[in-house]
């Protein structure tokens, strides 16, 4: 389906999706036309489902990041995919096997907006937390 070039492409893509076709080109010895085509193709593959953008949460006010493992105590799953769907401080979400039903990565400007989210996720189920010292990757 994909070769070891569109390999090389997702991988530049992936350190920086600004990139244009001409510089990917360049370094997988293709013509920028070349790279559209192939990038192209594996959007239409499902390969490649968007582009994205990484922000510095500190720079922007969100100095804490905690991992939240959610124990739901209701089967009204629907309700809590809407609740973190609405909430900001959610930056990503996934339903886990082992221990707990959720794991939620929360941006938050300190504890009291921490406080405060912890809170309305009773509603839903009780929870673990654990705080981010250091991102390392």
């Known amino acids: 389906m994909i070769d070891q070039t569109d390999f090389k492409i997702l991988s530049l893509l992936c ?21 559209a085509n192939r990038i192209r193709r594996m ?21 804490m990041t905690a991992f939240v493992t959610v124990f739901m105590k209701t089967v009204d799953h629907p309700a809590f995919h809407q609740f973190i769907t609405e909430k900001e ?7 886990i096997s082992g221990e707990g039903c959720y794991l939620l990565k929360v941006t ?30």
């Open 108 to 137: 938050v400007s300190g504890q009291d907006e921490l406080s405060l989210f912890l809170d309305e996720i009773l509603k839903y189920g009780n929870y673990r937390v654990n705080l981010s010292i250091g991102k390392l990757k």
């Open 15 to 35: 350190g920086n999706s600004r990139l244009q076709w001409r510089e990917i080109g360049e370094q997988v010895h293709l013509t920028g036309q070349a790279v």
């Open 89 to 95: 401080a959610v930056v990503e979400a996934n339903r």
């Open 43 to 63: 959007e239409e593959l499902g390969i490649i489902e968007g582009y994205t953008l990484r922000l510095n949460e500190r720079k922007l006010g969100k100095a």
